[in-house]
């Protein structure tokens, strides 16, 4: 149990244009969803937290207008880099959590990589 | 507030070598502990997980003790194959989270024949 899949693994896009990253639970719904972020060779730091059916509540530092998270269904979350710059080249990855069903957030997806040319 | 620290890599061993990699961590109340593994170009996999104290988290031959006296999590492995070659993240949840997860900052280990 607790699958959950992230789509696309791999993406490169232009300078000033749009990439959305899908994250879904496949086996159970997702009341959250974590985006988490990694450099190379650095560990993972938390982006923003996204609740089903709410706004999402980023973490420090990280800008709400530029990395925009939608969570509206209980077994979809997107993460969308608007405007993207080389600067945004990284790994992205998501876990899923359902605290009352007993998932904690502890299954990630598989990742995707951007690369902003 | 609430931290993990990580032993720097990368770590070096040759096959059948025993592995340990340093884990500890700093939070209030009582965190879950959890090792993930990162192989090459792919995401995280959860290794193993313990809740609490003196439980001891185990699969594929890896194992962890959560020590709430040492504030420690340390993995070990008594005889690594190359194919443990990866990068090894330490984390910890928080108790009273939702599922957020503090990471280590991770440690390479690489395996020779």
């Known amino acids: 149990g607790a699958v959950v899949s992230q789509h696309p693994s791999r993406v490169i896009c232009k300078s000033g244009t749009s990439v959305k990253i899908e994250c879904r639970s496949l086996?159970?719904?997702?009341?959250?969803m974590f985006w988490y972020r990694q450099f190379p060779k650095q560990s993972l730091m938390l982006m923003a937290t996204?609740?089903?059916?709410?706004?999402?509540?980023?973490e420090q530092g990280v800008e709400k207008d530029k990395f925009l998270i939608n969570h509206a269904s209980l077994t979809l979350s997107t993460l969308t880099v608007t405007s993207a710059h080389p600067e945004d080249s990284s790994f992205y990855i998501c876990?899923?959590?359902?605290?009352?069903?007993?998932?904690?957030?502890?299954?990630f997806g598989s990742g995707t990589r951007l690369t902003v040319v | 507030g609430d931290s993990v620290t990580q032993m720097e890599g990368p770590v070096t061993l040759s096959e059948e070598a025993f592995l340990t990699i340093n884990c500890t961590y700093t939070?209030?109340?009582?965190?879950?502990l959890f090792w993930y593994v990162q192989y090459p170009g792919e995401g995280l996999q959860l290794l193993l997980k313990?809740?609490?104290?003196?439980d001891k988290g185990s699969n594929k031959g890896f194992e962890a003790t959560y020590r709430k006296e040492t504030t420690s999590f340390h993995l070990e492995k008594g005889s690594v194959q190359v194919s443990d070659s990866a990068v090894y993240f330490c984390?910890?949840?928080?108790?009273?989270?939702?599922?957020?997860?503090?990471f280590g900052q991770g440690t390479t280990l690489q395996v020779k024949p």
């Open positions: 876990s899923a959590s359902n605290p009352k069903t007993g998932n904690y957030g502890y299954t």
């Open positions: 086996d159970f719904q997702a009341t959250t």
């Open positions: 996204s609740n089903e059916g709410s706004k999402a509540t980023y």
């Open positions: 939070a209030t109340g009582y965190p879950s």
């Open positions: 313990a809740t609490k104290a003196d």
């Open positions: 984390a910890l949840h928080g108790s009273g989270n939702t599922g957020k997860l503090i």
